[in-house]
C-alpha cells in the first residue's frame, strides 16, 4: 500500500526498492515518467531492461510494434510490465493480457501516485488494470467461454486474429500471402504465429492447423 506521507530516500533500503527502467516512444514522454518516479524512495531507476524487475512501457497505441515490444521485454527480458497507454482497443485487450502484462495505466491518469502503485503491484506479480478495462475484459472472457463452453480451455486457445491467420496456413497461403490478404506485413503475420504455437506448445504451423480443426475454430 502506498503511504499518504512522504518518506526520504535514507527510509528505504536500496535492497527493498523496485528496479525499474522506462520505455517510451518520444524523449518528453520518458523524461516526464522518470521525473514523476525520481520523487519516489520505494523506486530504483535503472537504464538497462536486464537488470529491472519491473518495465515501464509508455505507448499512445498499440501497434504491432508496440505489441512485439511487449513481447520482447516479457520474454526475452524476463521483467514485468506495466503498460501506460492512450488507448486500447477491443481486440488489443487480450492480446495485451496475453503479453503478460500485469498493469495498465491510462495515459490521462498517470500521476506519479497512480504510477508508483502500478509498480509495486507489478513487482509482487499482482494485476492492476482500470476498472473500465476490467469490465471490459471480463466481458471479453465470458463471451469466449459463452462461445465456446464445449471446448474446454477456449480462453487459452485462439484470438479472432490468429483464427484469421491459421486459417489462411490451412488454405495453402504463406506468408506473404497471408500478410496481404490481412493488410499487415509479413513480420506480423510471424509474429501472430510464433505466438500461438509458442503460447499453446504447438510444434509448428501444421500442428496449429490439426488444432484449430480439432477445437472447432475452422
Known amino acids: 500500500m502506498l503511504s499518504s506521507h512522504p518518506a526520504s530516500t535514507a527510509s528505504t533500503p536500496s535492497a527493498s526498492r523496485v528496479r525499474v527502467a522506462v520505455t517510451a516512444p518520444d524523449p518528453i514522454s520518458r523524461e516526464g515518467v522518470l ?56 481486440n488489443e485487450l487480450l492480446d495485451v493480457i496475453e503479453c503478460g502484462v500485469g498493469a495498465i495505466v491510462w495515459r490521462r491518469e498517470a500521476t506519479a501516485p497512480r504510477l508508483v502503485q502500478a509498480v509495486l503491484t507489478a513487482a509482487e506479480g499482482g494485476g492492476d488494470l482500470p476498472a473500465d478495462l476490467l469490465g471490459r475484459l ?28 491459421v486459417r489462411l496456413v490451412a488454405d495453402g497461403f504463406d506468408t506473404s500471402e497471408i500478410a496481404g490478404k490481412l493488410s499487415y506485413s509479413e513480420r506480423t503475420i510471424k509474429n501472430v504465429m510464433h505466438g500461438l504455437t509458442t503460447r499453446l506448445h504447438l510444434r509448428n504451423r501444421s500442428h496449429a492447423v490439426a488444432y484449430a480443426l480439432r477445437e472447432g475454430y475452422i
Open 35 to 90: 521525473s514523476q518516479l525520481r520523487r519516489h524512495p520505494e523506486v530504483d531507476l535503472c537504464e538497462e531492461l536486464g537488470s529491472a524487475t519491473v518495465a515501464l512501457l509508455v505507448e499512445d497505441v498499440l501497434d504491432e510494434i508496440a505489441l512485439a515490444r511487449l513481447r520482447r521485454i516479457v520474454r526475452s527480458e524476463g521483467a514485468r510490465v506495466v503498460l501506460v497507454v492512450g488507448t486500447i482497443r477491443e
Open 138 to 165: 471480463i466481458s471479453q472472457v465470458g463471451h469466449l467461454h459463452r462461445g465456446g463452453a464445449d471446448r474446454p480451455g477456449t480462453f487459452l486457445g485462439l484470438t479472432p486474429r490468429e483464427v484469421d491467420v
